[in-house]
């Protein structure tokens, strides 16, 4: 059979782009005389809600803005983009609007092939699902199937609890406090100032602030409370509260629901659990004596990985588990440091950035970190931090941590300054924005205190969520950064690979899968001025604003948590063949379902990217 040129031009170009890609020849052969070419001018409106659409459309050319009910703009469609699948596997009339938004020349089929298609090609039909989200979710659930499984990671924190808590108020006496204790048989009991926790007292501190001290048990107890102690929302999960216990080393932990505790965890609950877990871990880094100590524990951090691979544990549950041992070392080192060194001589913050702030830590991060301090610093006790940030930094390098390459870390002395410089250094990138600088920056967005003063990181936090709504140019810069960022795959849904150096012929999953949802997420966070680091929930926080439909929102997050967990099982499987984790995958470990889902997630990421550039006009930067 000999085609003319312009059914060959048709056939090639339908062969390069999916779902059409996946269908033998001979059928894309086949469908050939039933497909027709139209061509649309630029404005025009090519579906509106309310009015039938029996067709699907292939962009060859040109691109289309699609909107919901409310105007909302939902995805933009390039080249090689399908849309009118939605009446077509839903029902009429449409509910949403495609215009042209440049002229363009379109593929058509007719409802009747449509249907033929998916009735005999289950990726074709897989692939206009209309609920996308769906089908990453399932791909996700079918990763994580148990081998052994463990209960830590699946217990509510409010399960721990046994009992409501035992209280006292403020104005209780000492011996007041014991008698309740005694009486309830607890170990701890919470000073309560109305609906408030004002402290918590504990058998220890009767031990040790009382009993040993020889203070009067007259005396009131808010003599001796431990003031305003760590809580914990109780809606987390138990793996999170019981590794705050370990990392901060204290034995009890408030939870709170809606502002109230609802009782207190303590490591009699811990124990409960099953021993083969990563609480223990940080539990050991909070005990160690110095910063070797600490390094030989930490250095147990990728069989750690290992283990969560092989139970039932979500990427965001890792990252979670990850994150929480590296605040243990990072925290352990801080105490040593200050052991060594003396009391600040100032207030200070010290805080992380990047992936750790984000509580998305994966094996193979360098060190991102840096110091806040309160702007009563002399210039003569700029040396302590220095020190301090020394010590740290050695500390991480040994515990497996290497530098950052941008040398975004404490040991920098420009990443040792008072709040006022702070909060002129982010004003300066908020009001001013230059693009390079602002590429640099991003990660300074991405904050979370780990030790000291939290009111200077809140301060500034602060700033930034009432500031960062009103700059429109830096939204801009940032949304082109984040645009720019391309997922790892090619104009022929073929993964683009490394073509030299240390890792060809591999993907990076990082670069532009995790990090190019990362930044999306960023920059809509920024827009509404939400206090929210965690990418998952920068997202939720965007549907909730209606920045983002809600079923775009929800396929990007399902896509981030699958490329996610792909990284970390690669990660798991490079410990166990006893190579250093990395963030290169090679195509030959994926599987055929990985790729199919991958490719799907990382257009999900591409229309996210497409969306975001149009609502925040990147074009006209440049």
């Not at 004596?289 to 691979?309: I, M």
């Not at 992380?352 to 006790?381: F, K, Y």
């Not at 404490?410 to 008072?418: I, K």
């Not at 909730?544 to 996610?564: M, N, P, Q």
């Amino acid at each position: 059979m000999t085609l003319d040129v312009e059914l060959a031009e048709i056939r090639d170009f339908l062969a390069g782009h999916a779902p059409f890609s996946d269908l033998p020849d001979d059928v894309l052969l086949g469908i050939l005389p039933r497909l027709r070419v139209e061509y649309f001018r630029r404005g025009s409106a090519i579906m509106s809600p309310g009015r039938d659409n029996n067709h699907l459309y292939v962009i060859r050319s040109g691109a289309v803005d699609i909107r919901n009910e409310k105007g909302t703009l939902v995805d933009r469609g390039e080249t090689g983009t399908c849309f009118g699948s939605t009446t077509l596997l839903g029902t009429n009339p449409s509910r949403f609007t495609v215009e042209a938004i440049e002229d363009v020349l379109t593929i058509v089929l007719d409802a009747a092939t449509f249907h033929d298609l998916a009735g005999t090609h289950a990726e074709f039909h897989e692939f206009f699902d209309v609920q996308r989200s769906r089908r990453i979710s399932a791909a996700i659930a079918s990763q994580q199937t148990s081998r052994h499984g463990s209960t830590i990671l699946k217990t509510a924190s409010a399960d721990l609890v046994r009992r409501p808590p035992v209280w006292v108020g403020t104005h209780a006496s000492i011996r007041e406090a014991a008698a309740s204790m005694s009486e309830n048989s607890v170990s701890a009991l919470l000073v309560m100032d109305g609906e408030r926790i004002a402290g918590i007292v504990t058998d220890r501190d009767l031990r040790n602030r009382v009993v040993a001290a020889g203070v009067d048990p007259a005396r009131p107890v808010t003599d001796v409370m431990t003031t305003d102690p760590v809580t914990a929302p109780a809606g987390g999960l138990a793996f999170e509260v019981l590794l705050e216990m370990a990392s901060r080393n204290i034995h009890h932990l408030p939870l709170v629901e809606d502002g109230r505790p609802i009782g207190v965890v303590t490591t009699t609950d811990l124990m409960r659990l099953e021993r083969a877990n990563p609480v223990y871990l940080a539990g050991d880094i909070a005990k160690q004596p110095d910063a070797a100590a600490v390094a030989a524990a930490a250095h147990r951090l990728p069989l750690v990985v290992e283990n969560l691979g092989s139970q039932d544990a979500s990427a965001e549950d890792m990252g979670r588990i990850i994150t929480s041992i590296g605040d243990a070392i990072e925290r352990r080192l801080i105490e040593l440091a200050t052991e060594q060194l003396g009391p600040a001589p100032v207030p200070y913050c010290w805080v992380t950035l990047g992936s750790r702030a984000r509580m998305e830590q994966a094996l193979a991060a360098d060190q991102d970190n840096a110091i806040i301090l309160d702007d009563t610093v002399q210039p003569e006790q700029l040396d302590y931090f220095a020190q301090l940030a020394d010590y740290v930094y050695n500390g991480l390098l040994a515990a497996g941590y290497p530098p950052c390459r941008g040398k975004i870390m404490a040991v920098n002395s420009r990443l040792r300054a008072p709040i006022h410089q702070w909060r002129s250094t982010f004003r300066g990138w908020m009001q001013s924005p230059v693009p390079n600088a602002i590429l640099r920056a991003s990660i300074f967005f991405d904050m979370r205190p780990v030790a000291g003063e939290t009111s200077l990181y809140a301060e500034l936090a602060e700033q930034v969520r009432t500031e960062a709504p009103q700059s429109k140019r830096f939204l801009a810069h940032l949304a082109k950064n984040a645009v720019a960022n391309e997922p790892p795959v090619g104009f022929f849904r073929g993964f683009v690979l490394a073509k030299e150096g240390e890792h060809k012929d591999t993907l990076d999953i990082k670069r532009g899968g995790i990090g190019a949802v990362v930044d999306v997420a960023r920059v809509y966070a920024l827009a509404i001025g939400s206090p929210e680091v965690h990418t998952s929930a920068r997202i939720d926080a965007a549907i909730h604003a209606g920045i983002i439909d809600a079923a775009k929102g929800a396929d990007l997050r399902d896509a981030f948590e699958f490329i996610s967990y792909v990284r970390f099982r690669h990660q798991a499987m490079a410990v166990r063949a006893g190579r250093a984790p990395d963030n290169h995958l090679s195509p030959a470990e994926l599987s055929s379902f990985d790729k199919r889902h991958l490719r799907v997630a990382f257009g999900i990421v591409r229309s996210a990217q497409s969306t975001l550039g149009a609502i925040h006009s990147t074009g006209s930067l440049g």
